[in-house]
């Protein structure tokens, strides 16, 4: 398993070009400013630093060599249901990050797409909120205010 972030998005509500545009100037600024703090992000297979994608289709990235995992992804259309999910109204994705340093981009970059897209995405964790704590670091820092949580915050038992 691993540790992983959940995104789904409505296949009939989340193709607004405008949310994809706001969602793609912020990921960047996201990134950007993660990497000022010494996160290095790379291309979608964890190996080019500086070269994530961010086109006007697809924004994706990854960690770098053993600081990363598996590649965080988000499309301006949303993808094809595959035959096992059709039916669904909400297209399913994930990232299992390993919590490597890049998880403060995909946690920032998740509470961002909430923002961005609202009802039309859901948005769930492995981690508690405690955990996304680097994440609502870097998005406090990028946009000037604390992002909502995207999912119901349940408390770390001890």
Same mark, same amino acid.
């Given at each position: /398993?691993?540790?992983?972030?959940? %995104?789904?998005?409505?296949?009939?509500?989340?193709?607004?070009?405008?949310?994809?545009?706001?969602?793609?100037?912020?990921?960047?600024?996201?990134?950007?400013?993660?990497?000022?703090?010494?996160?290095?992000?790379?291309?979608?297979?964890?190996?080019?630093?500086?070269?994530?994608?961010?086109?006007?289709?697809?924004?994706? !990235?990854?960690?770098?060599?053993?600081?990363?995992?598996?590649?965080?992804?988000?499309?301006?259309?949303?993808?094809?249901?595959?035959?096992?999910? #059709?039916?669904?109204?909400? %297209? !399913?994705?994930?990232? #299992?990050?390993?919590?490597?340093?890049?998880?403060?981009?995909?946690?920032?970059?998740?509470?961002? +797409?909430?923002?961005?897209?609202?009802?039309?995405?859901?948005?769930?964790?492995?981690?508690?909120?405690?955990?996304?704590?680097?994440?609502?670091? +870097? !998005?406090?820092?990028?946009?000037? %205010?604390?992002?909502?949580?995207? !999912?119901?915050?349940?408390? /770390?038992?001890?």
């Amino acid at each position: /398993m691993g540790y992983t972030h959940y %995104y789904s998005r409505k296949i009939d509500g989340s193709n607004s070009p405008e949310a994809y545009t706001r969602f793609r100037a912020g990921a960047e600024r996201l990134i950007v400013e993660a990497h000022a703090t010494g996160i290095t992000i790379g291309d979608g297979f964890g190996k080019r630093p500086g070269y994530w994608e961010n086109t006007d289709s697809r924004v994706a !990235f990854n960690g770098v060599g053993d600081d990363a995992h598996e590649t965080f992804g988000w499309d301006q259309i949303c993808g094809m249901q595959p035959d096992w999910r #059709k039916g669904e109204a909400m %297209y !399913f994705d994930f990232c #299992k990050t390993a919590q490597k340093p890049y998880d403060a981009v995909v946690t920032a970059c998740l509470l961002w +797409l909430a923002e961005c897209y609202g009802d039309a995405v859901e948005i769930s964790s492995d981690g508690y909120w405690s955990e996304w704590q680097a994440g609502r670091d +870097l !998005f406090r820092t990028v946009f000037g %205010y604390d992002a909502k949580p995207p !999912f119901v915050v349940e408390e /770390m038992s001890v």
